[in-house]
C-alpha cells in the first residue's frame, strides 16, 4: 500500500506561482509511475501530468494545457513528487490529486492505483 499526502495549494492570482508536493509513505515511490490530476468544478477530473523513472531513462508527459507552465519533478530520497505552477491561468482552479501507478506508463485515471485526498488551487482573476 502507497498513502500519498498532497500539500501546496491555497489562493494565488492569475499569473502567479505555487509549488504542490506529494509526499508518499508505505514503499518507496522510485520505480512507480507518479501522475497529477486536477478535477475543476462540475468537471471530471483530467490528467495533468505523469511521470516514470526507468531503465531507459526519464520519461514525462503533460496535458496541452499545462504544457510549458507546469513542471514535474520527483525527489526520491524524501519519497516526493512535485508540480511547480507557473504563469497560472484562472482556468488551473480545481482540486489537484498525486497518484501511483504500478503499471508502466499512465495518463489515465483507471491506470492508477493509489490516490491522495487532494488539494485546492484556486486562481483569481
Known amino acids: 500500500q502507497v498513502q500519498l499526502v498532497e500539500s501546496g495549494g491555497g489562493l494565488v492570482q492569475a499569473g502567479g506561482s505555487l509549488t504542490l508536493s506529494c509526499a508518499a509513505a508505505?514503499?518507496?515511490?522510485?520505480?512507480?509511475?507518479m501522475g497529477w490530476f486536477r478535477q475543476a468544478p462540475g468537471k471530471e477530473r483530467e490528467f495533468v501530468s505523469a511521470?516514470?523513472?526507468?531503465?531507459?531513462?526519464?520519461?514525462?508527459s503533460y496535458a496541452d494545457s499545462v504544457k510549458g507552465r507546469f513542471t514535474f519533478s520527483r525527489d526520491n530520497a524524501k519519497n516526493t513528487v512535485y508540480l511547480q505552477m507557473n504563469s497560472l491561468k484562472p482556468e488551473d482552479t480545481a482540486v489537484y490529486y498525486c497518484?501511483?501507478?504500478?503499471?508502466?506508463?499512465?495518463?489515465?485515471?483507471?491506470?492508477?492505483?493509489?490516490w491522495g485526498q487532494g488539494t485546492q488551487v484556486t486562481v483569481s482573476s
Open positions: 508505505g514503499r518507496p515511490i522510485r520505480s512507480y509511475v
Open positions: 497518484a501511483a501507478s504500478t503499471r508502466d506508463w499512465g495518463e489515465k485515471e483507471d491506470e492508477y492505483d493509489y
Open positions: 511521470n516514470i523513472i526507468g531503465w531507459s531513462g526519464v520519461r514525462t
